[in-house]
């Protein structure tokens, strides 16, 4: 068996408002210096691996410019390795614009698909990150006789509810699916299976569902596959209990990558190396009289003022007598001297003035759009 | 033989070296490997250096314990040096028809490359050392050699009188032409310490490196040999007046030193600064983690660190842990360095992955330094194991474990 990697670069039930104007979801910064395409990236190199598609839709501009050749994933090979798939003038049906749903997205590339020398395809979602043994996953869904894999999760790790937007699955007595729903309300569920936007499924029967799913109009992979051919395929369900980060809104981001001032998460989530693109910055400097508490901070930031429970990501100024609480800072923001900030989400390249002050909520965080000016 | 393509300089560093004065710190690596500044090592300066000024095509003596150096070079990616002609290049000493020897020599060891350096047809040869850390254009220097229509321009700077007597020493005079050369001078008379990097106009080199092999009484050295003989035969040696920062880091003291100079504003070597990245191997940590009960203060730390300490004037490389309430100050603590919980460091280096235990104190406090400075720095080396309670006192060198009453002696 050898697996295909296909990461969907972008997700089609987000809000995570300002923050995915200009970029795609793979492309935010996650954890300080990592951006989130590169937990699922790092999850397929780690379990061996090497051949990985990711497949692009819009916006994709920093997504390209952070991931280049592949080679700081240890992808840029000659079998297999990293391959951005971005859609490109016309489809097939001759139509410009942008995929109807993600079998569109598939059927697209299903070319650059068909040339891996891969047998079983592993499809993976970026709104949702964990880290999954793909081996053991694609193991098991190979014993089971399964047509397809779907992996779901009970877990809500700590969320109220279960995401929006989510597909909730049901299964029988002999774990195979009978029904998908989508998740449209707020209201707190539990003890509901929910899928992780993970499946398995051999590429040669990915590849003649797609063109079939296409030749009837149909472009969603949950409803239109999983959903409207639960009683002919053999959908198995394969449940993940390790540790799982939702992202598809602005309060599950936030929560998200507060997580990652927890030990116990920090130890399971960095068990295994996550690779990102190197910038080469100086380590960080600490200067006399700042205060730094509980938070993550990266390479190449210069902190002068007060820093709690928050993410800072790399080459950040923070100025004197500033005072930076519950917040996520992105890259080469600057924070001049005196300001005060609580729970808020400076984009990239942002600039602070002196003694400005913002302050949001945890269930709403202010977000500053990236190369602002406050 | 030839590529028959020309490439008008090629630099080749001189990373053969023990550095057998930074003690345990050399056990098992070459010089030019022994980490600096966070994150670096201190070979990325001159390789960085190289690729900021335009060179790309570098030849890397190795020869005492190559290993570590090797797998860190590896292909040369992080400094821009994976080319498709030219990039770096890891020259060892080898084996021929006639056998082989190891480099007798800082001339010697290019003797042997003569062709390497033949296949890119070099105008001009860029001798470096890889035991200093600074920051240099050497394109510019290439110009004044140019300028001065040299057959040898060596880069100087002016070191305190008191300290020429250690370097190669010149005597100038105002245009740059060099009248003079001693090396390692007992009364020295002149304070323009040559820096070991030199351009050489490859032909004339070449010739002067043939005869250096003849010549059974040599030692086969730059400064000992081949730059007085130049001198000697009246060729054009040119000295060209470096002004930035530039520091020797041969010594424990020069080493500790050179590493809290990052750390001072008012020392000229700024490693953050964009047009000239130093540039090294990532370690591929997750970002440093501060915990609720850290201090620090005027200090660098790198990816990957745990603080719940103390840390003052402090460097830290990637993966260090420092646990509650140990205290590190005036410090140098290398990859993945653990140091437990009411542990107390000062004017130490500590080597990669060496482990502090609970409560040990290691090197000078701030009270003890009264006066000496800080004359005596304390060495714990590679993956030593110092354990719970131990004192190690401010100077001492620990090479092995030390548990217990033994400590210190």
Known sequence: MSILGIIFSYSERENLRELTRMRTIGSLPMAGKFRIIDFPLSNFVNDGIYDVAVIARENYHSLMDHLGSGKEWDLMRKRGGLRVLTPYGKSESGRNGLYRGSIEALSNNMHSFRRSLADTVILVETSILHSMDFNYLAETH?????????????????????????????????????????????????????????????????????????????????EDIVHRLAGNLNIQGYEYKGHLLEVSSVAGYMKANMNFLNPVFRE?????????????????????????????????????????????????????????????????????????LNHVILDKDVIVRENRQLSGHVTYPVVVEKASII | MSYGQKTEMVAMLLAGGQGSRLGILTKDVAKPAVPFGGKYRIIDFPLSNCINSGIDTIGVLTQYRPLELNAYIGSGQPWDLDRLYGGVFILPPYMDGKGGEWYKGTANAIYQNMNFIDLYDPEYVLILSGDHIYKMNYDLMLDYHKEKNADCTIAVIQVPWEEAGRFGVMTAASDGRILQFEEKPKEPKSNLASMGVYIFNWQKLREYLNKDEEDETSDNDFGKNVIPGMLHSGENLFAYEFKGYWKDVGTIQSLWEANMDTLDPNVPLELNDPPWRIYSRSSNMPPQYIGENASISNSSIADGCKIEGTIENSILFPGVTVEKGARVSNSILMHKVVVEEGACIGYTIV?????????????????????????????????????????????????EDIFGEEAGR
């Open chain 1, 268 to 340: 399971k989530a960095f068990q295994k190396p996550i690779y990102t693109k190197s910038k080469d910055s100086v380590p960080a400097r600490y200067f006399t009289g700042c205060q730094v508490k509980n938070s993550i901070i990266s390479d190449g930031c210069r902190i002068e003022g007060t820093v709690e429970n928050s993410i800072i990501s790399r080459n950040v100024i923070i100025g004197k007598d500033a005072v930076v609480k519950n917040s996520i800072i992105m890259q080469n923001t600057e924070i001049m001297r005196g300001v005060h």
């Open chain 2, 351 to 399: 080597a990669p992955s060496a482990e502090i235990g609970r409560s040990a104190k290691i090197g000078a406090s701030e009270g003890d330094m009264s006066g000496k400075v800080h004359d005596e720095i304390t060495v714990v080396g590679e993956f030593v194991k110092v354990g719970e309670g131990v004192t190690v006192p401010a100077g001492v060198s620990v090479g």
């Open chain 1, 142 to 222: 190979i014993e089971s006789n399964a047509d397809i894999t779907a992996v779901y999760t009970r877990q809500l790790n700590g969320y109220p509810t279960v995401p929006m937007g989510v597909a909730i699955l049901r299964f029988n007595e002999e774990n195979r699916l009978y029904d998908l729903s989508i998740n449209k309300d707020d209201m707190s569920r539990q003890d509901v299976c929910w899928s992780t936007g993970v499946y398995v499924i051999n590429k040669s029967l990915l590849e003649s569902l797609v063109a079939d799913a296409m030749a009837y109009g149909k472009y969603d992979f949950n």
